[in-house]
């Protein structure tokens, strides 16, 4: 039994009073900095956020913060001012456009000194938030896939009887586009990632990635797939506010207009 059903029942058998959690917190993604007006769109954004008529509690970067430009100066200054603008907390981790394969040690050396640890665990309200850094689990050039799968089951093992929210970057789910599904994440760990998710009680998983508007289960896990504020294929910058009430999730998407 998750751990605020067992409080929930506790308090009412012993007449005491609980406090509802509810609370909104934002998602943004695909920032993709210093590249075409991603920058100026990404400030812009940070007022809306700065302005939302919620008590925001935290944001949450789901990666690509960077267009394949971790090493630009000017990109990183783009994000330590994105953080100071915001007045919530901002919590990130990596896409797939922040690290690469082609010189990946530096750039995971570069990331953890000025951006952020690649994996973390957050806690707000009675939820924990769990930060996972999940290109390993789809691109098999990189080779941290045995240290992350450590992180995370050890990590979600711990919090078994606790609420998670599980943020990472690439949904684990087929990328449909063109009219044509592609198959990006392999099977297997495609099957392994469910599983994981399942045995583990996770209420939802919140990625980008897709830069498109989506939303999945897997198995009893729903999957939210948000929107970008990069403006790739004619795409409308966007971010998402969240609403976390009681266990239950639902979302509204905010559009951006230049
Ligand atoms: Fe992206
Ligand atoms: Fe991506």
Known sequence: MKRPVFILIFC???????????FYFVQITDTHLEYRNHTKVTNEIVESINNLPFDIGFVVHT???????????????????????????????????DLLPKDYVNLVTKYQNEIGP????????????????SIPFA??????????????????????DEQVLLFHHQPSVPDFYLNKVHEVWPKVMRKYWSDLLNKNQVEAVITGHFHRDE?????????????SIAGFWGRQASYRVYHYQEGKLTYQTVYYNE
């Open 12 to 22: 009412l058998l012993n007449g005491l009073s609980l406090t509802a959690q509810d």
């Open 139 to 160: 691109d098999t050039l990189l080779p941290d896939v045995e240290t992350q799968k450590q992180w995370i089951e050890h990590s979600l093992s711990r919090l078994k």
């Open 63 to 97: 990666g690509d913060v960077f267009q394949d430009n971790l090493h630009d100066q000017a990109a990183v200054n783009d994000f330590y001012k994105m953080k100071k603008s915001l007045n919530p907390p901002l919590y990130v981790l990596p896409g797939n456009h």
């Open 215 to 227: 939303h999945h289960y897997l198995g009893d896990v729903p999957l939210f797939v948000s929107p």
């Open 118 to 133: 690649l994996n973390q665990i957050k806690y707000y309200d009675s939820v924990y938030l769990v930060l996972f850094y």
